[in-house]
Nanobody
């Protein structure tokens, strides 16, 4: 059974930082590039960061480049998202999953990130 459990969200002031974690069970993690996604109220879910299976290559959507860093620990089946210089527009529920649709498992519950003063 594939499970994805996200954690680390919370309420933070603009300019603050958070580190999200995603624990993955099953084969989805070890065999696939992984991504962090977010969904803001009234908007579609979007991919914000991705990392290759080895962790050697990362990519980011333009709005988070230079502020977010994705990483993974293959020994722990965990993917991380370090978020710095947070902005109110980063407010969303954050999810992790495989980068490519054919490899994705069921979505987890996500973790809420709220950036507000």
């Amino acid at each position: 059974q594939v499970q994805l459990v996200e954690s680390g969200g919370g309420l933070v002031q603009p300019g603050g930082s958070l580190r999200l974690s995603c624990a993955a069970s099953g084969t989805i993690f070890s065999r696939n590039p992984m991504g962090w996604y977010r969904q803001a109220p009234g908007k579609e879910r979007e991919l914000v960061a991705a990392i290759t299976t080895s962790g050697g290559t990362t990519s980011y959507t333009d709005s988070v480049k230079g502020r977010f860093t994705i990483s993974r620990d293959n020994a722990q089946n965990t993917v991380y998202l370090q978020m710095n210089s947070l902005k109110p527009e980063d407010t969303a529920v954050y999810y992790c999953n495989a980068q490519f649709p054919a490899a994705r498992g069921p979505w987890g519950q996500g973790t809420q990130v709220t950036v507000s003063s």
